[in-house]
């Protein structure tokens, strides 16, 4: 056994101390100052010890992952869909298709219950599980020619209950693709320099994919070169654009946004995935963590004060402005991806086991990518919780509850039991060059003023406006990536239903089934968005408030999944790292769901928000967010929907978690009558490291193959 050096253990003791000396100040501080710094240590020290040892733990004991055996993408290579693909590029490129909007907005909106919940979950939430079901359905999916997280469950669960996860995985992907849609057309609508920015970075992706593919094969640390300046180029080139006589050129209405993103989530969709999808993904990736790590940098040289509670009043009472509910169970379900995200398991059922080299590199690219967006959840959360809460407060509450006047505003926070006065709020707004900042609700414009507060005092609070513009249009940036993967990944779903039905769809780069199951998925989500953009209460609108409880959901199902798994591959013993995290996920969306179908309480549940409105027109009354009698009808409508899809998806939810458990013990009872539909074993050719630095073993292997090919380095 090999024992671990002195020097190995002062440095991982001291990485641990560090991140207990953040927890400690955090949990034992009340009524005095405490630094976001301590946020920052108790993240990273936490993230550092478990990467080293429990996800390790998970890959080598529990999985046992092996090196010697061939992936789906070295086996079925054919460079559409299946495409051995660099370890680095791989890591960028899965990081920005799960890193979505839940990371940056979920944390936002949970401040409201103070820092303390939010920072406890987010950290806790995603070392034992939102990372542990990332890495395992990678790794089981890799073990099945990249089979998507539905159809996985069809076969291994059965028909009965894997129908009912391909269904509900299949819907909910299309609602979270729509919510994520509208995010970004609100980001960049009459936006120039978000526009062009991010409209740069396609051809600069594409010239990064053929480099790699045909130019200089190989060459990533080239190439990222390469794009690094181009991406620079572009964020500079973007707010010149927006000064000159060009901005009116890249200043596009939403209901031209949509047409865009509709046309090019079709296109990123069927393109092969080294041309367009996967290089755009990790030039994103450079601004993505670029910008989080000179945020946290930020708050180490600064020391910005946590202004929020570490818990508020609105943790027990269940009535904020910002949304209503008691802490649990919805600042689970409002934070999401930072901790725990179903759709994360769609990625890594989708693109991802198609692309990577080796099952060694799945914990690298599963569970090290989630730490790295819990990083970013946990960067939100700092920065909404050191503004003033006044002004939390203000931008986050609806107009309805707020007013369109600062005076109004300042009234109605004091309301809330905080502080702000009028004067405080206008020079909020001229400092990021904004006409106001009142009822900003979505969590981006929060997190972009806290974004601006910590950098403008790092290089100067003329620049503060810029920041602050800077940071919307990142957001923007962070939020496509995510899009453009997750269309490709609904493709694959599609095709894996129809799969069952008409075997041609099957084969994934089957040309027409292809370019029909992307026009589908695209003309689902984009139909949706279309009419939300037109309809302030309809589309993707309508769909909104289950956006949070329909991705916890999903998790569920992906978890019950691997926890089956675990038990039908002889991993019984263990099959506790996720049957513990899916308790928990099943506990907290159940509960949240009953509360949404049954509360009486019409700010939470949507049957008795369907009821008052009805009895509202029925007196004649109009009441917001309407402002017609036509939008009390929309409301009606959209609480009725909710209501009955809330119901719907988690009773198929819990048709897949009791027939998962009934497989489960069926194994356990007479293990010769269980069937794993696991590729066979073909013994592996290539040769790349397992971590993000090769290893000294590693680096001489790679230097024998090429020896052995006759390849010059």
Known sequence: MRTANPRSIVIWSLVALIGAAGWTVLALARDEEVSAAWMVAAAVGSYAVAYRFYSKFIAYKVLKVDERRATPAERLDNGIDFHPTDRRVLLGHHFAAIAGAGPLVGPVLAAQMGYLPGTIWIIAGVIFAGAVQDMVVLFFSTRRDGKSLGQMAREEIGPFGGAAALLATFAIMIILLGVLALVVVNALAESPWGTFSIAMTVPIALLMGFYLRVLRPGRVSEVSLIGVALLLLALVGGRWVAESSLADTFTLAPSTLVIWLVAYGFIASILPVWMLLAPRDYLSTFMKIGTIVLLAVGVVVTLPTLKMDPVTDFASRGDGPVFAGSLFPFVFITIACGALSGFHALISSGTTPKMIQK????????????????????????????????????????????????????KAVAGFGYTISPADLAQAARQVEESSLLSRTGGAPTLAVGVSEIFSKVTGGSLRAFWYHFAIMFEALFILTALDAGTRVGRFMLQDMLGNLYKPFRNMSWKPGLLLTSAAVTGLWGYFLWV????????????????????????AVALALCTTLLVKSGRLKWAWITAVPLAWDATVTLTASWQKVFSDDPRVGFFQQRADYRDAIDDGKILPPAKTMDDMHTVVTNSTVDGVLSAVLALLVVVVIVDAARVCVRHVRAPEASRLTEAPYVESRLTAPAGLFATHEEKEEERRERDREGVTP
């Open 359 to 410: 099952e060694t590199q799945v914990r690298m690219v599963g569970y090290g990518s989630m730490l790295m967006e819990s990083a970013v959840a946990v960067m939100a959360l700092v920065a909404a919780s050191i503004i003033d809460p006044g002004l939390y407060f203000a931008m986050n509450a609806p107009a309805g509850v707020v007013g369109d006047t600062v005076q109004e505003a300042s």
């Open 532 to 555: 939300g953009v037109h309809e302030p209460l309809g589309g993707i609108n309508q769909l909104f408030p289950i956006f949070g409880i329909a991705n916890q959901l999903l998790a």
